[in-house]
């Protein structure tokens, strides 16, 4: 009986090696000349005028031509200055900005889509700042292999604060299995702060985001292209066009964070991404119940022991590898606290999650 948390993990442990294999596997993309494709840069703002000078300065920078892309600003019933930094904001880029017909990120999105001139859309978030080589790899990326949704690269900005550097850790772990599904012809996540896509993939799979559903514009995206069958998706292994983002302030704002990501699971409809959600589930209450019973006698450590050993080495393999690709390899030495609170954390915002529910009943 003490060995049945171990053999509940072997599926998660099975498939998160089958995912470290193909990342491994993956070659870092070397940009080729630009084809300049006109692309459409899509930011959805909500109260944004603290950091959208920063990423307009950066997009300004960008080393893709100015004359073939343009970005339009989805300002999401802003009450503070954003609509008007944007419109005031003079660079040499084409610049515009288009109000929300409903509300939401998703239905902002939307609103820009319908104004896009570019073949290629791209979306970002205006608390990020994009590298120079940014949207040159991106292009170059779409124009080499016309995928009609890419996949781009985020890592969590380096912080001085343990919950912030957990999350870093976290997200991370997160970008592994992205990257890794992805190249295996599965992918499962995708991070709107750097996506790109197809307007044409845009439009035909615009009833597939769950408008009824708040926040996952990338994740349902995803899902309903995948579910499609016919469109190509594509991680983008490329370090310059990563993009950093900040981690949330707390313990607090970062369980209340991950609650909103998990409560949209329960409407995900892709098979392999239920399968994936379903055993990593059962690999984290498992670790977590043999652990509680270390109270209950000494024989359960044996049981934990293995399972920390099979389970905790493709997830420190994963971690090292996109710590290295992201440039952040002080992070890996985090990974002894993360395994042992990762489990509980997890517990804990399914937790509340639960409670958000049945308050809402």
Same mark, same amino acid.
């Given at each position: 009986?003490?060995?049945?948390?171990?053999?509940?993990?072997?599926?998660?442990?099975?498939?998160?090696?089958?995912?470290?294999?193909?990342?491994?596997? =993956?070659?870092?993309? +070397?940009?080729?000349?630009?084809?300049?494709?006109?692309?459409?840069?899509?930011?959805?703002?909500?109260?944004?005028?603290?950091?959208?000078?920063?990423?307009?300065?950066?997009?300004?920078?960008?080393?893709?031509?100015? &004359?073939?892309?343009?970005?339009?600003?989805?300002?999401?019933?802003? =009450?503070?200055?954003?609509?008007?930094?944007?419109?005031? @904001?003079?660079?040499?880029?084409?610049?515009?900005?288009?109000?929300? +017909?409903?509300?939401?990120? +998703?239905?902002?999105?939307?609103?820009?889509?319908?104004?896009?001139?570019?073949? !290629?859309?791209?979306?970002?978030?205006?608390?990020?700042?994009?590298?120079? &080589?940014?949207?040159?790899?991106?292009?170059?990326?779409?124009?080499? #292999?016309?995928? &009609?949704?890419?996949?781009?690269?985020?890592?969590?900005?380096?912080?001085?604060?343990?919950?912030?550097?957990?999350?870093?850790?976290?997200?991370?772990?997160?970008?592994?299995?992205?990257?890794?599904?992805?190249?295996?012809?599965?992918?499962?996540?995708?991070?709107?702060?750097? !996506?790109?896509?197809?307007?044409?993939?845009?439009?035909?799979?615009?009833?597939?985001?769950?408008?009824?559903?708040?926040?996952?514009?990338?994740?349902?995206?995803?899902?309903?292209?995948?579910?499609?069958?016919? =469109?190509?998706?594509?991680?983008?292994?490329?370090?310059?066009?990563?993009?950093?983002?900040?981690?949330?302030?707390?313990?607090? #704002?970062?369980?209340?964070?991950?609650?909103?990501?998990?409560?949209?699971?329960?409407?995900?409809?892709?098979?392999?991404?239920?399968?994936?959600?379903?055993?990593?589930?059962?690999?984290?209450?498992?670790?977590?119940?043999?652990?509680?019973?270390?109270?209950?006698?000494?024989?359960?450590?044996?049981?934990?022991?293995?399972?920390?050993?099979?389970? &905790?080495?493709?997830? @420190?393999? !994963?971690?090292?590898?996109?710590?290295?690709?992201?440039?952040?390899?002080?992070?890996?030495?985090?990974?002894?606290?993360?395994?042992?609170?990762?489990?509980?954390?997890? !517990?804990?915002?399914?937790?509340?999650?639960? @409670?958000?529910?049945?308050?809402?009943?």
């Amino acid at each position: 009986m003490v060995w049945i948390p171990v053999l509940a993990s072997v599926p998660y442990i099975l498939i998160l090696s089958w995912i470290l294999y193909r990342l491994l596997k =993956t070659e870092a993309y +070397k940009p080729e000349p630009p084809g300049n494709t006109f692309v459409t840069i899509i930011t959805a703002c909500k109260n944004e005028e603290k950091n959208l000078p920063l990423f307009l300065e950066a997009i300004s920078r960008q080393d893709y031509p100015a &004359s073939a892309f343009e970005i339009i600003i989805a300002d999401d019933n802003s =009450t503070d200055k954003t609509a008007a930094i944007a419109a005031d @904001f003079r660079s040499g880029i084409r610049i515009s900005v288009v109000s929300n +017909k409903g509300r939401g990120k +998703k239905s902002a999105i939307r609103s820009a889509a319908e104004k896009a001139s570019g073949e !290629l859309i791209v979306t970002a978030d205006a608390d990020t700042v994009p590298g120079k &080589s940014w949207l040159s790899s991106i292009e170059s990326f779409y124009h080499s #292999s016309k995928p &009609s949704l890419i996949i781009g690269p985020v890592y969590i900005k380096a912080a001085s604060g343990f919950w912030q550097r957990f999350q870093a850790v976290e997200f991370l772990a997160l970008q592994g299995v992205t990257a890794g599904a992805a190249a295996a012809g599965s992918a499962v996540m995708c991070n709107g702060a750097n !996506l790109a896509f197809t307007r044409k993939a845009y439009i035909e799979n615009a009833a597939g985001i769950r408008p009824e559903v708040a926040g996952g514009d990338d994740v349902f995206l995803l899902h309903s292209m995948k579910k499609s069958g016919n =469109t190509a998706i594509r991680w983008l292994e490329s370090p310059d066009a990563a993009v950093p983002t900040l981690p949330v302030e707390g313990a607090r #704002s970062m369980l209340d964070q991950r609650s909103r990501w998990i409560g949209k699971s329960i409407y995900y409809n892709d098979a392999f991404t239920i399968v994936l959600g379903l055993t990593t589930f059962a690999a984290i209450l498992s670790q977590a119940t043999l652990t509680l019973s270390l109270a209950a006698g000494s024989r359960f450590i044996l049981p934990l022991a293995v399972l920390i050993v099979l389970k &905790s080495l493709p997830e @420190f393999l !994963l971690i090292r590898n996109r710590a290295k690709f992201y440039r952040q390899p002080a992070f890996p030495l985090l990974f002894i606290p993360f395994l042992i609170l990762y489990p509980f954390y997890v !517990l804990a915002v399914i937790m509340i999650t639960l @409670f958000r529910a049945l308050k809402e009943v």
